[in-house]
């Protein structure tokens, strides 16, 4: 069987496994600990046989809430090829949160990919597939920004040393983009108070370990505990909970595409600041990869047909959307 996506987002790889979406598959596959790759993992943790991702995406897994047998847990370093069912799977590394894999299935009747999340610089493209799977979250040209990930990390640090004097900052983001940044800000020498959640805390703990970087002073959240210079780091979800408090919000979003810092009103603030690849860098990454045949998943981006059609076009590239 080819790879292809189902009607829920599982992006389907040759007879056995099942990746970032439930199917009655005996393999399924995390690529990394978001919330829109783990859907029906709790069903796939009681039917299927093994739940593959790499170490540090089973800790995460583990301190979200999906306890996985530790029978079913095979935790797959990258690079590193396993036989199951007469089929190959290997987890290569790409540039999105900690642990973030991309996904390749070695069949008899041929070897397909999935790119799962991901951006460059920083990304190995996967080559010599029949078939490539390809995240296009920003598939279309008007989503392009006019700037990289390090001038929106220097617009965050600017913000902070500005509004710093003011009282606390709290920074809005996912997991994985939380942590990231956190460790970003502390390899730049910020040394302000660290504030968040438990769970929050322990993620960076585990990703500032993959990256060798100390957290410095960081502390469980707590009201009481908030000083002046606190930076406290807080789920995108948990925004509306805290967003009339004293000090300065900011939101890390990659869809702020009017500038890198979009002051919202008075203390609030959006910083253009993405964990997806740009369309240019789509692009860059097919090209590279060369696939006989891409399907770009049309559940996880809304302009599927975009970057479809230019493939095809322009780039004279065999491309389909799924589901159909």
Same mark, same amino acid.
Do not use: C
């Given at each position: ?11 389907? +790889?040759?007879?056995?496994? $099942?990746?970032?979406? #439930? ?15 783990? @859907? ?10 093994? %739940?593959?991702?790499?170490?540090? $995406? ?7 809430? #999906? ?21 190959? %799977? ?22 397909? &990919?999935?790119?799962?999340?991901? @951006? ?20 279309? *040209? ?21 509004? $710093? ?45 993959? #990256? &060798? ?14 000083? &002046? ?27 702020? +595409? ?36 891409? %399907?770009?998943?049309?559940?996880? /981006?809304?302009? /599927?047909?975009?970057?479809?059609? #230019? *493939?095809?076009? %322009? ?10």
């Amino acid at each position: 069987m080819d790879a292809k996506i189902d009607k829920n987002g599982a992006i389907l +790889l040759g007879n056995n496994f $099942t990746v970032d979406g #439930y199917s009655n598959r005996p393999i399924r596959v995390v690529t990394h600990a978001h919330e829109d790759h783990m @859907k029906g993992l709790r069903k796939s943790i009681k039917e299927s046989i093994f %739940i593959v991702a790499t170490p540090i $995406t089973h800790e995460f897994l583990n301190i979200l809430g #999906y306890h996985i047998p530790e029978e079913k847990a095979m935790k797959l370093d990258y690079d590193k090829t396993i036989e199951i069912m007469d089929e190959k %799977i290997t987890l290569k590394k790409s540039r999105h949160i900690a642990g973030s894999a991309q996904v390749m299935v070695e069949t008899k009747n041929g070897t397909m &990919g999935y790119t799962g999340d991901f @951006k460059l610089p920083g990304t190995e493209p996967l080559k010599d597939l029949d078939t490539l799977v390809v995240d296009a979250t920003y598939g279309n *040209l008007k989503y392009q920004r006019g700037w990289a990930d390090w001038d929106a990390l220097g617009a965050l640090m600017n913000l902070i040393e500005e509004y $710093t004097k003011r009282g606390p900052i709290w920074i809005y983001g996912y997991n994985g983009k939380l942590q990231e940044i956190m460790i970003l800000l502390r390899e730049r020498g910020i040394k302000n108070k660290f504030l968040a959640d438990e769970k929050t805390l322990r993620m960076a703990q585990i990703a500032s370990n993959y #990256y &060798g970087v100390n957290l410095g002073d960081t502390t469980i959240f707590n009201k009481e505990l908030v000083e &002046g210079d606190s930076i406290i780091f807080v789920h995108t979800f948990r925004h509306q909970d805290f967003s009339r408090l004293e000090g300065t919000h900011i939101m890390l979003t990659g869809w702020e +595409l009017r500038g890198i810092a979009v002051k919202v009103s008075e203390n609030q603030f959006n910083v253009s600041f993405s964990d997806h690849a740009t369309f240019k860098e789509i692009i860059e990454y097919i090209k590279e990869s060369n696939p006989r045949k891409v %399907i770009i998943d049309g559940t996880r /981006s809304q302009d /599927s047909w975009y970057i479809a059609k #230019y *493939l095809s076009k %322009i780039l004279n590239i065999r491309t389909e959307v799924e589901p159909k």
